[in-house]
């Protein structure tokens, strides 16, 4: 997929529309097409660590191998020099990320709006894990919403791995997402995955995150004692089946947390769509 | 509002990645455990008792963990407010929830512990619990350093663990809390954890294993954990029985096998001798009479009985096996003459009470029909204890039973050698040879029994005979007349006193006692051990008494010093003893005396106490080897750190050069009892820690102190003792806010152990047992018996001369004895936590003694610090980073349960302290109308507001689980 010629020479690049980790995402046209698309630059100078080096050239492999899906964001062209990384992906216009929702809905979603994104979130890791695929990064910034259709795609594979039906290492993820197993550095599946989705679902139904602390070592050892819990003040109307679901999905003990097809098989994620919004 | 709390957050990057805690060794399973159990159990609470009280739960850990963090009183305040709200019902829930959480933690560790790879890298100062104690005795690791660094000959060390004995004396301890069906629960929540993780189990294991889990952490929760009638001696001992049944029994052949692996792989091809007495276990439980009314004569043939029948059962369930496998037809002359006598004799028609082998066995069966008589001996023995037992008498007889070990090991023995010389060696050296193993080690007994008696008693009744002989008052003879009375009694053969000899209750308790020893196998017995004993007369009474009741063979008579002035006093009385012909003659070149520790830690303070008693070893060995005695040191180390307890290796390793000589006998007790034989790697790790760490002690001695070094100790003891009393004993208040600052008043009122925590019912702090003077304290995570001295003793020194400070660091680092001194203290600082105990001050202790309090708080602080600047440590536990963390982790639990504690104590102390109860919580499935009321029920008895007692029971339990060797 790499191409010798220039980026340039095949999309006009318009504003910038986000900042992603290590570059900034454009908006960019295409004449050939008449579509207007995302692209993501990479400088791959101010990459130091090792480990981000690898993820940033897993990243367009990974999106390349994996079949499309339609709540994953899906990857158009990609350029390379010495110094950088272009990535032209499918655009969602307005750009909106869920975390972008939260803050415009006044922190906190209802129990059918985050169903529904809930569902779609779940559908996406399902899709990557049957390929052996795993995010390792989903939170809120990372899923973009399309508020017309309210579909949601998932994107920025930057920390994605493929397993090829081996466990990963490495402490990727963000704060409040990451799961147990990779805060104490062990070897860990796609169920990392899970918990994070299941801090996502969890973060939209109360405004705040599980596992909360000052800084990032408190977060991370509020991750680590895992007491997840459901104040009535946050939770007091939201379902039982939405709890039982969180607790499936945010659990330390990975082999009895959910995979996304048992997710998606729970009451809660079969009844959406017949929940009420409120 | 909300999205403030939601901060955008950029993924881990380097930076962030040095913020992760740190890689967990992937043998460190812990967390995993934990997790595991916890969150099952909170799916559990949640089907029981509904979704509001498990975020009821979970909201008062959130709690202790933030105070844990920051440990701001605030937070306290915030748990005590949702604590008190609760309603009775709830709030027994919520304290046996944490309770049993707390239970989980400990069980999650045990696993964790039993299979943690040893850890190689050895960092000093970095252990904490027997389980973190990186410098783990471990045999083969000991084999290879007396080897390599010592250049000790594999033959040496051979020759010196033949020679070895560790004597376990296993006691009851009242704070052994836990109930024995919870323990037996806990034992299988144990066994499904450790499979759950073993490698190689099928989906349908795995799911089976989940059930059982889930089973049995329910059914433990389900379980009232408060005894409702007070244990006896006899369930005390039944208890500490069920230990040999379900690890010991077949921990010790195990452990021997791989003595005998860990030999060949020094080039060592023998086997340990089966008859090599390694490991032996004794017994204090229905033998221990001191200040224990309810241990009675009767108790006491009760238990060796039970323990005979236990053994015999034991035996005779294993021998049909062992017959199976004895299938050879090869044997030498002698067994084979042997075999065709007991043909020629037993009885030709069939047994039917056997299951296999009930017909006649043919003679071309040779050991099965030596194996056959063995068993039928066998089966008349565990008939005739039983019949004993529960009959008093029995028409089985004598003849038809084992008498004594040896006629049970000859024809064991005589199959072993047939087996060998017909080349078969290798047949012999499996069952057969654990078999033979079993035997020597457990004999016909199981156990030997010690008592334990005051030596008042033993006045009162030498003071009866000789008033009824009309000689005189035995009690108010001096020490000579006693002696010169004893002796001239002992060399001569009338007999003292008859049937008519008036006799109080007490006295007929102690000569009761007396001939149930003379009616019982002696094999049954292992020492008589007199406590308060402070002159020769008291070893010669027992002695006189003996004899008189006509003890065919005598017990050793062990005194046993443990109060400061006695350990002071203890080398000379033992000089005078030996000094005596009589006795000296008597016994054989052989004395035990028994040194106790925790008596002399209440009594002096930690630092004094720890540094008499290894003085007075030192002493009473020297005294020893001047009469050409071989002196066995019987340590009375309680289970805690208070009472002299601690990692067992570093204890051993840490006593002074020459003391052990390859025989130990140590207690292990109630409260620790769990920890080192509740489970088939903790026996296994238990023997081998023993047996390691005296093999090690003998074979490369720990350094002899300084004598500037023991100078230095010597003044700070002196300082040390002073402050201890100066507030113990000296504060005329002292008393009084120790009552009211912890839960000692209620602690009595606890189910928990067959003695009555007083030695006297009235009385200050001296009459106190040292059990319940530390445990109260642990409660209140203060700890102050444990510290309270060290600080101004070692301000002291360093006051008096800056350099002492760099001689502290010296011995620290060079002088076992000293560093396990200081680690041990730094360890208890690490557990306690000062905000706990002022929690407790403002809540239960009057105004006026708060500045008290606060002083001692103060102290708390100071001697931390002075501790951790001996040490050369920066934090408290800086070594080990995990443990710190995981202590952190079961902190959150223990915390609660204080917090629990403090109120439940305000509002039995106080009736108008006004709470304000919150709507009902907990939903029961069944009668949901009046849920809390059964729960109220169970105790109809108790004398405060419906639920108080038992929560504060069940805190109790809870936190003195938490704690362990602290407890």
């Given amino acids: 997929m790499t191409r010798e010629f220039e980026l340039e020479n095949n999309y006009q690049l318009c504003d910038e529309i986000g900042r992603g980790r290590f570059g900034t995402i454009t908006r960019c046209f295409s004449p050939a097409t008449k579509e207007f698309y995302a692209c993501k630059t990479i400088d791959k100078r101010v990459l130091i660590d090792a480990l981000d080096r690898e993820c940033i050239e897993t990243e367009p492999r990974i999106m390349a191998m994996l079949p499309p899906h339609p709540n994953i964001i899906r990857i158009f062209d990609l350029y390379e020099t010495e110094d950088s990384l272009a990535i032209v992906m499918e655009l969602v216009d307005p750009p909106m990320t869920i975390y972008d929702r939260l803050i415009s809905a006044g922190g906190r979603l209802s129990e059918s709006e985050s169903a529904s994104y809930a569902k779609q979130i779940l559908s996406a890791l399902a899709h990557c894990h049957r390929c052996d695929v795993v995010h390792r990064d989903v939170k809120p910034d990372n899923v973009l919403v399309d508020l017309v259709s309210g579909g949601v795609k998932l994107c920025d594979f930057g920390s994605a791995v493929w397993l090829g039906g081996e466990t990963a290492e490495g402490v990727v993820g963000t704060p409040y997402y990451v799961a147990p197993e990779v805060v104490m550095g062990r070897k860990y599946d796609e169920k990392v995955d899970i918990w994070s989705a299941g801090v996502v679902i969890y973060t939209m139904l109360a405004g705040e995150p599980p596992f909360n602390g000052e800084t990032a070592e408190d977060i991370f050892e509020s991750i680590l004692r895992g007491n997840l819990r459901f104040p009535p003040k946050k939770f007091g109307s939201v379902s039982s089946e939405a709890k039982d679901l969180l607790r499936k999905m945010i659990c330390r003990d990975v082999s009895r947390r959910f995979s996304a097809e048992d997710a998606l098989r729970h009451s809660w994620m079969m009844n959406v769509g017949n929940l009420q919004s409120n | 509002m909300a999205n403030r709390k939601l901060e955008k957050m950029a993924s881990i990057d380097v930076h962030l990645r040095q913020l992760v805690p740190g890689k967990v060794s992937e043998d460190d399973k812990l967390v995993e455990y934990d997790a595991l159990l916890l969150d099952r ?45 609760l309603d009775p019902g709830d709030s027994i829930v919520i304290a046996k929830a944490f309770s049993h959480m707390l239970n989980l933690a400990n069980l999650a560790e045990e696993v964790q512990i039993a299979y943690r790879r040893r850890i190689k890298k050895l960092k000093k100062g970095d252990f904490v619990d027997e389980s973190s104690a ?81 089973r049995e952490i329910q059914a433990a929760f389900r379980t009232d954990e408060i005894k409702r009638t007070p244990p006896t001696p006899q369930d005390e001992m039944r208890a500490g029985m069920s230990y040999f049944h379900e690890t010991i029994w077949k921990g010790v052949p195990k452990f021997l096998r791989r003595v005998d692996t860990a030999l060949k792989n020094i080039g060592i091809e023998e086997r340990v001798p089966y008859n090599a007495p390694l490991i032996q276990f004794s017994s204090w439980m229905g033998g221990d009479r001191d200040g224990n009314p ?109 008498i004594n070990l040896e006629q049970f090991l000859e024809p064991l023995e005589l199959c072993y050698r047939s087996l060998c010389s017909c080349g078969d060696r290798p047949i012999a050296d499996g069952s057969l040879l654990d078999f033979l193993r079993q035997v020597s080690t457990f004999g016909l007994s199981l156990v030997r029994l010690d008592i334990r008696q005051e030596s008042d008693r033993h006045t009162d009744v030498l003071d009866a005979i000789t008033t009824h002989l009309d000689i005189g008052s035995y009690r108010e003879w001096s020490e000579e007349r006693r002696q010169e009375w004893l002796l001239s009694e002992l060399s001569g053969k009338r007999p003292l006193f008859g049937s008519d000899l008036p006799k109080t209750e007490e006295i007929a308790d102690v000569l009761d006692t007396f001939h149930v020893i003379a009616e019982l196998p002696a094999d049954s017995f292992g020492a008589y051990i007199i406590s308060m004993a402070t002159a020769p007369s008291d070893v010669l009474a027992v002695e006189l008494l003996q004899r008189e009741c006509r003890v065919k063979q005598p017990l050793r008579v062990v005194p046993l010093f443990e109060k400061l002035a006695d350990l002071e006093a203890a080398p000379a009385a033992v000089a005078r003893l030996f000094s005596v012909d009589w006795y000296k003659n008597r016994i054989n070149g052989k004395q035990e005396v028994m040194i106790g520790y925790s008596d002399s830690g209440k009594d002096a303070g930690r630092l004094s106490a720890a540094w008499q008693l290894y003085k007075a070893q030192e002493e009473l060995v020297k005294v020893a080897k001047e009469y050409g005695v071989k002196l066995t040191m019987f340590h009375g180390r309680g289970g805690t750190v208070g009472r002299g307890g601690g990692p067992t290796h570093l204890a051993i390793l840490s006593q002074p050069p020459d003391t052990i000589n390859g025989s130990l006998r140590v207690t292990v007790q109630g409260e620790v009892i769990e920890q080192s034989f509740g489970e088939e790697h903790l026996c296994f790790r238990t023997l081998q820690r023993f047996t390691a760490a005296t093999l090690e002690h003998g074979m490369r001695p720990p350094i002899s102190p300084k004598p500037e070094w023991r100078a230095l100790l010597d003044e700070m003891a002196v300082v040390a003792t002073e402050e201890y009393r100066s507030v113990v004993f000296q504060e005329p208040r002292f008393v009084e806010y120790f009552r009211l600052a912890t839960p000692e008043l209620e602690y009595g009122r606890m189910n928990i152990g067959s003695r009555p925590s007083k030695r006297k019912p009235s009385g200050g702090i001296e009459s106190l047992r040292a059990i319940p003077w530390i445990f109260a304290w642990t409660q209140t995570r203060f700890h102050l018996p444990v510290w309270l001295g060290f600080g101004s003793a070692i301000r002291h020194v360093i006051e008096k001369d800056v350099r002492n400070l760099h001689m502290l660091q010296d011995m620290y680092q060079h002088w076992p004895f000293f560093r396990v001194t200081i680690d041990l203290i730094e360890m208890v600082f690490a557990k306690g936590d000062p905000g706990i105990a002022a929690l407790y001050d403002k809540l239960l202790v009057s105004e006026e003694l708060w500045p008290f309090g606060e002083k001692l708080r103060a102290n708390f602080e100071e001697t931390k610090k002075l501790i951790l600047q001996t040490a050369g440590h920066k934090d408290l536990l800086e070594g080990d980073p995990y443990l710190k963390q995981r202590l952190r982790l079961r902190d959150s639990y223990i915390t609660t349960l204080n917090v629990c504690q403090a109120y439940t104590l305000k509002r039995i102390r106080d009736p108008s302290y006004h709470v304000t109860l919150r709507p009902h919580i907990s939903k029961e499935i069944a009668e949901s109308s009046k849920p809390a009321k059964e729960l109220i029920e169970l105790n109809p008895t108790s004398e405060y507001a419906p639920g108080l007692e038992d929560t504060l029971i069940l805190t109790m339990k809870g936190i003195a689980a938490g704690l362990q060797n602290t407890g």
């Avoid at chain 2, 979970?58 to 701001?72: M, N, R, T, V």
């Avoid at chain 2, 002359?333 to 043909?343: G, N």
């Avoid at chain 2, 009470?353 to 023995?381: A, C, M, N, Q």
């Fill in chain 2, 41 to 85: 159990f909170l799916d559990i609470l949640q089907d029981l008792h509904g979704e509001d009280l498990r975020e009821t739960v979970q909201e008062l850990y959130e709690h202790s963990a933030e105070y844990e963090g920051k440990h701001e009183p605030k937070k306290l305040e915030e748990l005590g407010s949702v604590l008190t709200s």
């Fill in chain 2, 134 to 214: 990186t410098t783990e005795s471990d045999l083969e690791e000991t084999f290879k350093k007396l080897v390599g660094d010592l250049n000790k000959s594999p033959e040496e060390i051979f020759d010196a663990l033949k020679n070895q004995t560790v004597d376990l004396v296993l006691t009851a301890h009242p704070t052994q809390s836990v109930r024995r069906s919870l323990l037996q629960k806990h034992g299988r929540i144990r066994d499904c954890l450790a499979q759950l993780y073993a490698k190689d189990i099928t989906p349908d294991d795995k799911q089976e294993l989940d059930e059982a889990l889930q």
């Fill in chain 2, 294 to 402: 309810r241990v009675t004569p009767e108790v006491t043939r009760d238990v060796c009985l039970l323990a005979r029948m236990m053994a015999a059962t034991m035996y005779f369930n294993q021998i049909e096996d062992l017959m199976f496998e004895m299938s050879m037809w090869r044997c030498n002359d002698e067994l084979r003459a042997r075999a065709d006598e007991v043909h020629a004799n037993s009885r030709k028609d069939a047994a039917k009470h056997y299951i296999e082998f009930w017909k006649s066995i043919p003679t071309t069966e040779p050991y099965r029909v030596i194996l056959g008589d063995v068993r039928d001996k066998l089966y008349h023995t565990r008939e005739r204890a039983h019949q004993l037992l529960s009959n008093g008498h029995s028409d089985v007889p004598v003849e038809a039973t084992f």
